[in-house]
């Protein structure tokens, strides 16, 4: 392919996305395909002679997207939401067509750059602390991430490092493999499943702390399990602190836990990847309240904030902890500008050494939507799921199992959990819209959120209709079933 036929083509592919995201409320929402479907309907091995751009076009619609669960879908209630908008999506182009491998400033300067610059915009719009902002001189600074999993990793990985100094300097009678075995994670047992994973990677012991009858932790709850680990002669190193759980979107109490990891000397790391976004709109930026006790923080703008995915900010007050545990220098990587002390090798911040340049998205984004634009979007799908907790506590038959405070609706079926999994079923069997479940306690319990970038309020009645419906045919079937038993 020349540049010349690259010209038409990319034509004909930025008309085919900008259908398919234009009409993708006429797709099914979820594939009706079986493990396995798309071994057969590809030859056995890659072709010895070039095939044509038409050919594999038209294969675009005969064995990929009958493949595709379409997340960007009205009817996508899933997970949480997965951004994206046409700005993103422009700057994704570009930054496919620059190409660079930006590991280090002198590898591509503006990659760099741009980056450091997006995290200040991003961490001026949520009114972090200047400490966290890298501005002209700071010790902070920000970081584009693949994901929320990889922050968590990173900044336990950096805590790792920092305790393992500073208790070998307190006691150099310890060996490194001594001090190791007794170091100990924690989180609430609402956290992400990565925050376990990275516990795992890392080596270290991990415990969940209790969570309350709002599914927060707090202050007590933690301080309880320090106190008897440290008179189990364990060292507490690193917490991690949620906002927005990914089972019901609780915020864990960070002004009582704050002041405990920072009186022990312990890394408190702020996982807000869904909920983070939500920050940049003043009535929720309360939520982000003891934040000035973190070590680190980090939010996926790729989940909320209509930048696509891979997005993920991460900020540390000390960007000297990152670069102390990760650091090394080879000569093929040096540069003569790397002493200056106004350059950042984010090589040094991250797990791989190759990075995508990928601010280029935020600042596409950032620009063309505004603040107040961002903020719309926000609110907008805040209204939308207090919607559709109102219609769900219209019906008797259900129940909301946890406060809706952003774009999320925990509701389940009031009576048992076979019956709400027979819902489930039959919800995500239809393929009229899709839904995930999660426990809460020992609920099994539905959510509901609020994810397309172009969802309506017609799409949540919808919904509410189509699962009321199927409650309604369910409660007959169970009924029926019940007499007979």
């Given at each position: 392919?020349?540049?010349?036929?690259?010209?038409?083509?990319?034509?004909?592919?930025?008309?085919?996305?900008?259908?398919?995201?234009?009409?993708i409320?006429?797709?099914?929402?979820?594939?009706?395909?079986?493990?396995?479907?798309l071994?057969?309907?590809?030859?056995?091995?890659?072709?010895?002679d070039?095939?044509?751009?038409?050919?594999?076009?038209?294969?675009?619609?005969?064995?990929?997207?009958?493949?595709?669960?379409?997340?960007?879908?009205?009817?996508?209630?899933?997970?949480?939401?997965?951004?994206?908008?046409?700005?993103?999506?422009?700057?994704?182009?570009?930054?496919?067509?620059?190409?660079?491998v930006?590991?280090?400033?002198?590898?591509?300067p503006?990659c760099?750059?741009l980056?450091?610059?997006?995290?200040?915009?991003l961490?001026?719009?949520?009114?972090?602390?200047?400490?966290?902002?890298?501005?002209?001189?700071?010790?902070?600074?920000?970081?584009i991430?693949?994901?929320?999993?990889?922050?968590?990793?990173?900044s336990?990985?950096?805590?790792r490092?920092?305790?393992?100094?500073?208790?070998?300097?307190?006691?150099?009678?310890?060996?490194?493999?001594?001090?190791?075995?007794?170091l100990?994670?924690?989180?609430?047992?609402?956290a992400?499943?990565?925050?376990?994973?990275?516990?795992?990677?890392?080596a270290?012991k991990?415990?969940?702390?209790?969570?309350?009858?709002?599914?927060?932790?707090?202050?007590?709850?933690?301080?309880?399990?320090?106190?008897?680990?440290?008179?189990?002669?364990?060292?507490?190193?690193?917490?991690?602190?949620?906002?927005?759980?990914?089972?019901c979107?609780?915020?864990?109490?960070?002004?009582?836990?704050?002041?405990?990891?920072?009186?022990?000397?312990?890394?408190?790391?702020?996982?807000?990847?869904?909920?983070?976004?939500?920050?940049?709109?003043?009535?929720?930026?309360?939520?982000?309240?003891?934040?000035?006790?973190?070590?680190?923080?980090?939010?996926?703008?790729?989940?909320?904030?209509?930048?696509?995915?891979?997005?993920?900010?991460?900020?540390?007050?000390?960007?000297?902890?990152?670069?102390?545990?990760?650091?090394?220098?080879?000569?093929?990587?040096?540069?003569?500008?790397?002493?200056?002390?106004l350059?950042?090798?984010?090589?040094?911040?991250?797990?791989?050494?190759?990075?995508?340049?990928?601010?280029?998205?935020?600042?596409?984004?950032?620009r063309?939507?505004?603040v107040?634009?961002?903020?719309?979007?926000?609110?907008?799908?805040?209204r939308?799921?207090?919607?559709?907790?109102?219609?769900?506590?219209?019906?008797?038959?259900?129940?909301?199992?946890?406060?809706?405070?952003?774009?999320?609706?925990?509701?389940?079926?009031?009576?048992?959990?076979?019956?709400?999994?027979?819902l489930?079923?039959?919800?995500?069997?239809?393929?009229?819209?899709?839904?995930?479940?999660?426990?809460?306690?020992?609920?099994?319990?539905?959510?509901?959120?609020?994810?397309?970038?172009?969802?309506?309020?017609?799409?949540?009645?919808?919904?509410?209709q189509?699962i009321?419906?199927?409650?309604?045919?369910?409660?007959?079937?169970?009924?029926q079933?019940?007499?007979?038993?």
């Open positions: 392919m020349d540049a010349a036929e690259f010209r038409k083509r990319g034509k004909e592919m930025v008309d085919y996305v900008a259908d398919y995201l234009e009409k409320d006429k797709r099914q929402v979820f594939p009706d395909v079986e493990p396995g479907y071994r057969p309907l590809i030859a056995d091995c890659a072709p010895q070039p095939e044509s751009f038409e050919d594999i076009f038209k294969d675009i619609e005969k064995i990929i997207m009958p493949g595709v669960t379409h997340w960007h879908s009205p009817y996508f209630f899933a997970y949480f939401p997965a951004a994206s908008s046409f700005p993103a999506l422009l700057a994704d182009m570009l930054c496919g067509g620059i190409g660079c930006g590991f280090s400033w002198a590898a591509s503006a760099t750059e980056e450091t610059v997006m995290l200040d915009w961490g001026k719009m949520i009114s972090l602390p200047q400490e966290f902002l890298a501005g002209k001189d700071g010790q902070g600074g920000g970081v991430q693949g994901s929320a999993s990889e922050a968590t990793l990173i336990l990985l950096a805590a490092t920092k305790t393992i100094r500073r208790v070998q300097s307190e006691k150099p009678e310890l060996t490194e493999a001594e001090i190791m075995g007794r100990v994670a924690y989180a609430s047992d609402q992400h499943s990565s925050v376990e994973r990275a516990a795992l990677i890392g270290v991990i415990k969940n702390i209790p969570s309350d009858d709002t599914f927060s932790v707090c202050g007590s709850a933690l301080k309880k399990v320090l106190d008897e680990d440290k008179a189990a002669g364990l060292i507490p190193f690193f917490f991690c602190a949620t906002l927005g759980t990914t089972p979107c609780s915020f864990d109490k960070l002004l009582e836990l704050g002041p405990i990891c920072n009186k022990e000397n312990i890394w408190m790391h702020i996982d807000a990847a869904y909920a983070g976004s939500a920050f940049i709109c003043p009535e929720f930026r309360h939520l982000l309240n003891g934040v000035e006790f973190a070590d680190s923080f980090n939010f996926n703008p790729h989940k909320w904030l209509l930048v696509n995915f891979d997005c993920s900010a991460m900020w540390v007050k000390k960007r000297s902890d990152l670069i102390g545990a990760f650091k090394l220098e080879p000569l093929y990587l040096q540069h003569h500008h790397q002493e200056s002390g350059v950042t090798d984010y090589r040094h911040w991250q797990i791989p050494l190759g990075r995508r340049f990928r601010s280029l998205k935020l600042w596409f984004v950032l063309m939507y505004g107040r634009g961002l903020q719309e979007h926000i609110r907008k799908h805040v939308l799921s207090h919607q559709f907790e109102h219609l769900v506590l219209q019906d008797e038959r259900f129940e909301i199992c946890a406060e809706v405070v952003l774009g999320l609706v925990c509701f389940r079926m009031k009576g048992s959990n076979e019956l709400n999994e027979a489930l079923k039959s919800i995500n069997e239809a393929k009229k819209i899709h839904l995930v479940p999660c426990h809460l306690r020992e609920k099994f319990v539905l959510r509901f959120a609020i994810c397309s970038r172009t969802v309506e309020s017609t799409h949540i009645k919808f919904a509410w189509h009321s419906q199927l409650a309604t045919d369910l409660l007959k079937t169970w009924e079933n019940h007499h007979q038993q």
